[in-house]
């Protein structure tokens, strides 16, 4: 049994494999990566604060002098030496998770006004964190890999058997934490966020596994 298989529900949409080129799988991971792509994009245009691996590339960039770019690629490449005890592979969906989300993000902010009311800015981001969430754990149900973070969170939910949400709140709140320690800004919708993307991700797994 994989990580994966541990964790996350099979689905009429899951891949036979990581590489999987089947319709149904691969337009579900389409769709779901643009979502959750859509969902980052609201958060930063409500302006109320990062995402937590944000303020922790803020950190670190305010720390080393490199671009807040470079520095979140340099985090992706550490979460990622952190698979392989974890014994996690790379898959189809790992690609395209670090393509999509930051293409639908772009997509986003270049054509979706930002909010000028805090009951606008409001709403943004509980749609951007139900968009998030959902768009999460669709693209996981697919099982053919997952993004740097997301691979983490899979690999430590089965390595020591403990719920989706626990883990993630958990990761969120300590990148949260390290990040504004380093200097990084956190805002409103960043603790929101740390708070609460977990368990959004946890209800929609549990409601696909009925």
């Known amino acids: 049994m994989t990580a994966k298989q541990g964790v996350l529900p099979q689905t009429k949409w899951t891949a036979a494999h990581q590489w999987s080129l089947e319709w149904n799988s691969l337009q579900m991971l389409l769709f ?86 805090y009951w606008g800015k409001g709403t943004y981001i509980l749609c951007g964190l139900i968009a998030f969430g959902v768009g999460t754990a669709l693209y996981l149900t697919c099982h053919m890999g997952a993004g740097p973070r997301d691979g983490l969170m899979v690999g430590l939910c089965h390595r020591f058997q403990l719920k989706v949400g626990i883990v993630r709140t958990s990761l969120e709140v300590l990148v949260c934490l390290l990040g504004y320690l380093l200097g990084g800004t956190v805002g409103i919708s960043t603790l929101i966020f740390a708070l609460c993307i977990g368990w959004i991700v946890e209800i929609v797994l549990r409601v696909i596994k009925l």
């Open 32 to 117: 779901s990566l643009c979502l959750a792509g859509f969902g980052d994009g609201l958060l930063v245009l409500a302006n109320l604060g990062s995402s937590p691996w944000t303020v922790l590339s803020q950190g670190i960039s305010v720390q080393t002098g490199m671009s807040i770019g470079w520095a979140s690629f340099l985090i992706s490449v550490i979460v990622m030496l952190l698979w392989f005890p974890l014994r996690l592979k790379v898959g189809l969906g790992t690609i395209l998770n670090i393509i999509l989300i930051a293409f639908a993000l772009g997509l986003t902010v270049a054509f979706l006004p930002a909010p000028t009311t």
